[in-house]
C-alpha cells in the first residue's frame, strides 16, 4: 500500500522492529513534544496523530494488522533512497529511543529556535513524567481559592438581615445581629482581616459606644440597649466594608480559577528587556532575552508535565523601581525565583550573602551583579506576611554561549542562591516539587500575588 505521509513508527519515532517497552517510550516523548498544553493547540493534530499511532501498536493484534496493510513496506534497507527527504532518516535515527534516555533530550526547536546551545537532559533522573504520564493540567487541586458560593450568600444575607434591623430600629433586633456580624468578623480576621481595617472599625465602636452612653445619661435613656445597637450596628457596617472589599477588589485581582486550569505561563520571557540595549547594550540585551527564551522552554518542556507547576515571568520585586526577577515557578505554596543568563563558558562562583557573582579570568576574578539574594529575601518578606507556609528558593541558570570550553560552576553557599545549569534546574526543582502533593496543587492566592508583579503589567 502507497502511503503519502508517515508511517504509523515514524510519527513515533521508532523503527518497525521496536519492542513495546520501546513503543511506550516513543509515544511519551512524541506526546510531550505535541501536546497542546505545552506548545500549544497548533499542534493538536500532529498531538491526535501520536495518540492515534500509539492505539494501532500498542496493539498487538491491530499492530499486525497494520503491519500486514504495509505491504512489504518495512522491508526497505536502512539507508533511504535519494528522493525520500533526508530529514526522514535523521529524525528516525535521533529518536532511538533507549539511547535517547543515555545521550540527553534537548527542548525542540518548536519551542526554542534561537542561537544558544540547547543542553542534553537525562530523563533517567525525571521521574515524574512516568508519575504523571497522563494527568491533564486542568485536574489541580486549586487550594485557597477565594470566597465561595456560600460565603457571597452568607454577606448578602447579613446585609438583608442590617437593612430590616436598621429599618425596623429596633436596639435588641441590632444587638443580636452584632453578635451574628461579628461571628462572621471573626472568620475574616483568621483569614487576614487587614489590622488598618480593624483598627478603623474598632475605634469607631469606641467612640459610638462613648456618645451612646453620654446620650443615655443626658436623655435619662435605656443606655444598655443603646450601645448595644449602636455598637452591633458599627459590626455589621464595617464587615459589610470588608465584604464589599474582598469582592470587588480582591476577588478581581485573582487569577480566575478557569485561567488555572486552562493557562500554564503568564508574561512574556525577554519582555522586561525591552527598550534595554540603551542601558546594557544591545549585545548583553539579546543575550538577556535570548537565555530567558530558553529558560522559559527548558521549564514548559521538561517541568510541564507535572500539573501543579505554573510559570511567571518578567517580576518586579519589592524595594526596587529597575531590576527585576526573570522568572518565577510556582508550585503548590513553594516558588523558585529564576535569574537567566546567556554567558561564555568560563568558571562562575556565588558570592555567600551578597548579590554578585565573581568570574575568573586570566587576570583573576571580576564581578557581576546579581540582586537573587536580595529578590529571594524580599519575596520572603512580602509573602511571608499572608502566606505563612510558603517557601521560596533562589537560582541563577547560566546558558552557555558555545559548547566549549566547559562551563564551571561553583556555589560558596549552599543554603542560599544556586548558580546551576539548566539540566541542574530542572531535576533539582522537579524533584522539589513532586516531593509530596504539591505538585498537584496551585495555590490561588500564591500564584495571584506572582502575576501581579508582572513588571510589564
Not at 443615655?216 to 449602636?230: F, H, M, Q, T
Not at 527585576?324 to 562562575?348: F, M
Amino acid at each position: 500500500m502507497a502511503t503519502t505521509g508517515p508511517n504509523l513508527y515514524e510519527v513515533l519515532g521508532i523503527s518497525p522492529g521496536a519492542s513495546a517497552a520501546e513503543i511506550k517510550a516513543g509515544y511519551r516523548k512524541q506526546a510531550r513534544k505535541t501536546h497542546p498544553d505545552v506548545v500549544g493547540a497548533g499542534m493538536n493534530g500532529l498531538y491526535l496523530m501520536v495518540q492515534h499511532a500509539h492505539e494501532v501498536l500498542a496493539d498487538p493484534a491491530r499492530r499486525r494488522e497494520y503491519d500486514r496493510s504495509m505491504d512489504g513496506a518495512f522491508s526497505e534497507p536502512a539507508e533511504p533512497p535519494p528522493s525520500r527527504p533526508s530529514g526522514a532518516r535523521e529524525h528516525r535515527e535521533e529518536s532511538a529511543p533507549r539511547r535517547d534516555w543515555v545521550a540527553g533530550e534537548q527542548v525542540p526547536e518548536s519551542q526554542y529556535r534561537g542561537p544558544l546551545p540547547r543542553e542534553g537532559h537525562n530523563l533517567g533522573k525525571m521521574p515524574w513524567i512516568e508519575a504523571f504520564d497522563g494527568v491533564e493540567r486542568s485536574s489541580v487541586t486549586i487550594a485557597r481559592p477565594g470566597l465561595r458560593r456560600w460565603q457571597i450568600a452568607t454577606i448578602v444575607g447579613i446585609a438583608a438581615l442590617g437593612a430590616f434591623a436598621l429599618i425596623a430600629v429596633n436596639p435588641f433586633v441590632l444587638f443580636l445581629l452584632g453578635l451574628g456580624v461579628f461571628g462572621v468578623a471573626l472568620i475574616w480576621v483568621f483569614r487576614r482581616f487587614p489590622r488598618w481595617l480593624t483598627l478603623v472599625i474598632g475605634v469607631l465602636a469606641a467612640l459610638a459606644a462613648v456618645v451612646s452612653v453620654l446620650d443615655a445619661v443626658l436623655e435619662a435613656r435605656n443606655w444598655g440597649l443603646s450601645i448595644a445597637g449602636l455598637v452591633g450596628s458599627l459590626v455589621m457596617i464595617g464587615v459589610m466594608w470588608w465584604s464589599v472589599y474582598a469582592i470587588r477588589v480582591r476577588e478581581r485581582q485573582l487569577v480566575s480559577q478557569k485561567d488555572i486550569a486552562q493557562f500554564f505561563s503568564w508574561g512574556e520571557p525577554g519582555g522586561g528587556l525591552a527598550g534595554a540595549e540603551h542601558a546594557f547594550g544591545l549585545d548583553n540585551t539579546i543575550d538577556g532575552i535570548e537565555g530567558e527564551r530558553l529558560t522559559a522552554a527548558e521549564i514548559g518542556y521538561f517541568l510541564g508535565s507535572i500539573p501543579g507547576v505554573r510559570l511567571v515571568n518578567g517580576l518586579a520585586f519589592p524595594g526596587s523601581d529597575s531590576a527585576d526577577v526573570d522568572h518565577a515557578i510556582i508550585c503548590g505554596s513553594r516558588i523558585a525565583l529564576v535569574d537567566s543568563k546567556a554567558w561564555k563558558p568560563a568558571t562562575y562562583a556565588t558570592v555567600a550573602g551578597q548579590d554578585a557573582i565573581r568570574v575568573q579570568g586570566r587576570d583573576g576574578w571580576t564581578y557581576f551583579p546579581s540582586h537573587m539574594t536580595t529578590a529571594v529575601s524580599s519575596f520572603r518578606t512580602k509573602l511571608g506576611r499572608r502566606h505563612r507556609d510558603v517557601e521560596i528558593r533562589g537560582f541563577v541558570v547560566v546558558h552557555p554561549k558555545s559548547t566549549t570550553p566547559q562551563l564551571h560552576l561553583l556555589n560558596d553557599d549552599a543554603e542560599g542562591v544556586q548558580l546551576v545549569t539548566a539540566s541542574e534546574l530542572i531535576e533539582q526543582l522537579g524533584l522539589w516539587f513532586t516531593a509530596d502533593e504539591a505538585g498537584k496543587t496551585v495555590d490561588r492566592k500564591v500564584l495571584s500575588e506572582m502575576v501581579c508583579q508582572i513588571k510589564a503589567r
